[in-house]
């Protein structure tokens, strides 16, 4: 079975700093790879997946992640963070198109102005 | 991207009550759906998937006689939590899955529903 971690549950970063919320799997197959971002009391939102391809994935908002097959990784990367950038985000594995997706417990990435 | 709504979008009853949540995509069918429980600063847990004209099928340690799952058409599902106790309280999210081309596919979220059972 696939899992996923995220080693940071929060991260405090300064308003046009960068940033990265890291992501490590666990499978032994291949798999495709998700970021979500949710705001308060709202469902969530695809940012970025990969599929198959380019390792370098480019999302919405400035966001993008790459994937790392040798450390098993997906960290998800923003050279410059904004206010409304202050959310959670849960990064997600699936082995397939007709596999459950398996959810990391999130970071929460707060922005200070 | 495609929409899926869910109603309501928050609820609250007494202990013993049974509510339903409504899942809906709005433009597009759907012929998988997913019901996930979040708690409080937790992950989504996948409660249970839901294939249309079919029995949903339930993950480890989930109630199926609790949470009733019905996906009449290709555009609703439904979840009905039976008898609700405190314990239930939680925010209840749907998704629903569009495959295209028969390899890409992703998973739409409805907005959530926030259970409440006093």
């Given at each position: 079975?696939q899992?996923?971690?995220?080693l940071?549950s ?7 700093a960068?940033?990265?919320?890291r992501c ?13 971002v ?37 960290h998800?990367r ?7 950038d ?7 594995v ?19 102005p | 991207?495609?929409?899926?709504s ?18 809906r ?11 996930y ?9 996948l409660?249970?998937?839901s294939?249309?004209?079919?029995k ?12 009733l799952?019905?996906?009449?058409s ?17 925010f ?27």
């Amino acid at each position: 079975a696939q899992s996923v971690t995220q080693l940071d549950s929060q991260v405090p970063v300064f308003e046009e700093a960068p940033v990265e919320l890291r992501c490590n799997y666990s499978s032994s197959v291949s798999v495709y790879l998700f970021w979500y971002v949710q705001y308060p009391n709202q469902g969530l939102q695809l940012l970025l997946k990969y599929l198959s391809g380019s390792t370098l994935v480019k999302g919405i908002n400035g966001f993008e992640a790459e994937f790392n097959k040798s450390q098993t990784s997906f960290h998800l990367r923003k050279p410059s963070v904004h206010i409304s950038d202050t959310a959670e985000y849960f990064c997600a594995v699936s082995l397939g198109g007709y596999q459950k997706v398996t959810f990391g417990i999130g970071t929460k990435l707060q922005v200070i102005p | 991207g495609a929409v899926v709504s869910q109603h309501p979008s928050w609820v609250i009853c007494k202990s013993g009550t049974s509510v339903k949540i409504e899942c809906r995509s709005l433009d597009f069918q759907a012929t998988t759906m997913f019901w996930y429980r979040q708690f409080p600063k937790q992950s989504l847990m996948l409660m249970a998937t839901s294939n249309e004209g079919s029995k949903a099928t339930y993950e480890q340690g989930v109630e199926k006689d609790k949470f009733l799952i019905n996906h009449a058409s290709l555009t609703l599902s439904t979840l009905t939590v039976t008898s609700a106790h405190p314990e239930d309280s939680s925010f209840y999210i749907c998704s629903a899955r569009v495959v295209a081309g028969g390899i890409i596919y992703e998973q739409f979220f409805g907005p959530g529903t926030r259970l409440t059972v006093l």
